[in-house]
């Protein structure tokens, strides 16, 4: 098991930053690949960044690729989104996510583990 806690959400106004922490604890963190998702009210949640299992290679979603950066301390068991020029359409609830086996880092069913979200609200 891996538990996954999320945090660093908050009110923001368009243009502004936020950094998104999640804490992992349970198995050997460097084994997993890790992920963020967010989920917007009435959509499905979606890929927005991920990180492999030492950081040597990134992912982004087109819309957030130069505006957002995420990175890992495995020492400190600790993945993060830094999320900068934020937009209102960035308003979403975002989750970490944590997938042993990386067949495909986009898709919500890779991931074996989520932390509980953490809101974003953009206003413009």
């Known amino acids: 098991q891996v538990q996954l806690v999320e945090s660093g959400g908050g009110l923001v106004q368009a243009g502004g930053s936020l950094r998104l922490s999640c804490a992992a604890s349970?198995?050997?963190?460097?084994?997993?690949?890790m992920g963020w998702f967010r989920q917007a009210p009435g959509k499905e949640r979606g890929f927005v960044a991920a990180?492999?299992?030492?950081?040597?290679?990134?992912y982004y979603e087109d819309s957030v690729k130069g505006r957002f950066t995420i990175s890992r301390d495995n020492a400190a068991n600790m993945v993060y989104l830094q999320m900068n020029s934020l937009k209102p359409e960035d308003t979403a609830v975002y989750y970490c996510a944590a997938a042993y086996s990386s067949t495909d880092y986009r898709i919500v069913g890779s991931y074996d583990y989520w932390g509980q979200g953490t809101q974003v609200t953009v206003s413009s």
């Open positions: 990180i492999s299992r030492y950081g040597v290679r990134t």
């Open positions: 349970g198995r050997t963190f460097s084994n997993y690949l």
